[in-house]
Structures are given as structure tokens and as C-alpha cells.
């Protein structure tokens, strides 16, 4: 059987950076399509018909670039469980060991 070494502590640390990071993310996003949806009307960089209907069909891209960061958050969260997983398996080896 071979042995393999893993850093349980590590991992929970990348986890809680990718969810932070993934928090960031979805701020970012936010103020991204918040901005686009500024354009037409008040900051008027592009102004017009066009304009309105460029900002209107990229208003429904918001949803997919949340989801993307959802993803990534869940990602975080996965690897944050597998690192309690494989402490709790370490554990009751430990245990088991004992006994013998």
C-alpha cells in the first residue's frame, strides 16, 4: 500500500482563499454590470439606440459570470470538506492503530 502525504492545513488555508476570492469576484461583477448599465443613460460614453441595445443583451451575461463564481466558491468549499474527511480518516486510523 503506498503512503501519501497530505497537508490538511494547507488545503483549508487555498480553501478559504479561493471563497474569498470567489467573494471578490462576485463584488467585482456587480460593480462591472452596474457600470455597464450606467452607460446609456447617465455616463453616456455610448449613447443611442445601439447603445441600449448593446447594454440590454450584456444585462443577461450577469447571470452566467455569477454562476461561474458560484462554482468557484463551491470548489472551495469541496476542498475545505475533503481536508476534514481525510483528517477524520487519519484520526480513526490513529485509533485503530492504537488498539493493536
Known amino acids: 500500500m503506498a503512503i501519501s ?3 490538511t492545513k494547507r488545503l483549508k488555508e ?4 479561493v471563497i474569498l476570492l470567489s467573494n471578490r ?3 467585482l461583477i456587480n460593480e462591472l454590470f452596474k457600470t455597464f448599465s450606467l452607460v446609456p443613460f447617465e455616463t453616456k ?16 451575461d450577469k447571470i452566467d459570470f455569477l454562476k461561474f463564481g458560484e462554482h ?3 470548489y472551495g468549499k469541496r476542498i475545505s470538506n475533503d481536508a476534514e474527511l481525510i483528517e477524520d480518516k487519519i484520526y480513526s486510523n490513529v485509533l485503530i ?4
Open 5 to 7: 502525504y497530505v497537508d
Open 14 to 17: 487555498i480553501s478559504k482563499n
Open 25 to 27: 469576484y462576485d463584488v
Open 45 to 60: 460614453e455610448w449613447v443611442g439606440q445601439s447603445s441600449q441595445k448593446y447594454f440590454k443583451i450584456v444585462s443577461f
Open 72 to 74: 468557484i466558491r463551491e
Open 97 to 100: 492503530e492504537k488498539k493493536w
